[in-house]
């Protein structure tokens, strides 16, 4: 089941400074990573400070972006002031390899087109850029397999859906909630305290092949108070608590993101 999230343009509004809220976005991510969030959508909620959407859209593709070309993509910017408290993601996508001696056959790898003297060539992150000769442009990601190993290092271009691994996810900014919901294909699950306590029957009820989004509201207002009275007309959603007897006044988005994901895997996993 592919599992994806959506999150209010408001995520950050509880955080007074650009430091706690570059934080607070490096746990979301984190989240998303351990428990292979395929799509993060960012749903406008209200009027917020523009640079706030900017900053949670930048800073979490940015951390999803293998780090050996990241300096390609994101030029030194006030939206990565504090790029330095950030927690990698680590994962597959990320490989640590930088000799390319050590190279095989089969090893799966991010690669980006760059145009060198106006020839372009493919960074693998290692110093061997590979000639690139396809259409593709400069600037753009592709996933590749080695057909053979050092010293040859012939390459295939590959689709992410032919992956075993988790690859990573993909931030979409969207318009409002509703919009976002009405055109889900598959099933959807809206978290708030005021939805059923969460038991193993119902979360057994989503293990299908159908995509799952999990939608968060804001630090403000809950999915309720988003929604409105929208909430009637929406299609296979149910609403959920995953944090019955709370003993909290509030639940901090990012405990909310990091719990609900903690109980559908074990879902997804069989243990429930």
């Known amino acids: 089941m592919k599992t994806s999230i959506a999150i209010p343009d408001s995520a950050l509004i509880d955080e007074s400074t650009q430091l706690n809220k570059s934080r607070k976005i490096s746990i979301i991510a984190r989240a998303c990573a351990i428990f292979q969030v ?9 009027h917020v400070d523009n640079k706030d959407t900017k900053l949670l859209s930048t800073i979490l593709k940015y951390l999803e972006t293998p780090q050996y070309f990241r300096r390609h993509l994101y030029p030194k910017m006030d939206l990565l002031k504090y790029a330095g408290v950030l927690q990698p993601l680590k994962i ?40 690139y000769f396809k259409n593709e442009k400069v600037g753009t990601r592709i996933t590749i397999q080695f057909k053979e190993g050092y010293p040859k290092l012939s390459i295939k271009e590959i689709s992410k859906n032919d992956l075993q691994e988790y690859w990573g996810y993909k931030v979409k900014e969207r318009g409002n909630l509703f919009s976002l919901l009405s ?11 005021k939805g059923k306590v969460i038991s193993s029957s119902q979360i057994k009820s989503l293990k299908n092949q159908k995509p799952l989004l999990v939608v968060f509201g804001s630090p403000e207002r809950g999915i309720h108070d988003i929604l409105g009275s929208d909430i009637k007309k929406i299609q296979n959603y149910t609403i959920l608590n995953f944090f019955p007897n709370q003993a909290t006044e509030t639940i901090r988005l990012e405990e909310s993101i990091l719990g609900s994901l903690a109980i559908l895997n074990l879902n997804q996993t069989g243990y429930i």
């Open 38 to 46: 395929e799509e993060i959508f960012i749903y406008h909620e209200r």
């Open 92 to 131: 597959p996508s990320h490989s640590k390899i930088s000799n390319p001696k050590l190279i095989k056959s089969g090893d799966v790898r991010e690669g980006l087109v760059v145009s060198i003297k106006g020839k372009k060539f493919l960074d693998l992150g290692f110093n061997h850029l590979l000639p």
């Open 183 to 193: 055109s889900w294909k598959g099933n959807i699950v809206l978290t708030s305290r």
